[in-house]
C-alpha cells in the first residue's frame, strides 16, 4: 500500500466495499460471479477491480481464462484488521446482508454458472 490516504480513497467508494466484503466473505472470487451478485457490468466491476489492486489491497491470479481475485496477502495486519471490522459491521447493512446471500446461489466454474 502506497499510503493510508490510497488506503482510505480505495474504502470510500460503495461499489469497491461491496467487492471487497464479497471477498473477505468468500476468500477467493471471480469476475463472473462478482457480476452475477452486484447486477454489474463486466467492464465496471473490472475497473474497480483494478483500483483495488493498484492499491494494494487486492491480488489475481489467472486460471485459463478466468481471473480471481482475493484480499492480498501483502496487506499490512493493521489494513488487514480494518477490513474485518468493517466486516463486522455490515452486518447491519441490508445492501451488504443481500449481497451475501446473493453469493450463497453463486458459484464459478470453467463456465462460470450460476446455480
Known amino acids: 500500500m ?3 490516504s490510497h488506503f482510505f480513497k480505495a474504502l470510500s467508494d460503495e461499489t469497491r466495499l ?5 471477498l473477505i466473505q468468500s476468500g477467493e472470487i471471480c469476475v463472473c460471479d462478482l457480476e452475477a451478485v452486484l447486477k ?3 467492464p465496471k466491476i473490472s475497473r474497480h477491480l483494478a483500483y483495488l489492486r493498484l ?10 481464462q478466468w481471473v480471481y481475485y482475493r ?3 501483502d496487506l499490512p495486519e493493521s489494513q488487514n484488521s480494518f477490513l474485518i471490522q468493517i466486516q463486522s459491521l455490515s452486518a447491519t447493512d441490508p445492501v451488504l446482508k443481500g449481497d451475501s446471500a446473493a453469493l450463497r446461489g453463486v458459484y464459478c466454474t470453467d463456465t462460470c454458472t450460476t446455480i
Open 18 to 22: 461491496r467487492i471487497l466484503h464479497l
Open 71 to 73: 484480499i492480498s496477502p
Open 40 to 42: 454489474l457490468s463486466q
Open 55 to 64: 492499491s494494494g489491497l487486492v491480488s489475481a491470479r489467472k486460471k485459463g
Open 2 to 4: 502506497k499510503t493510508l
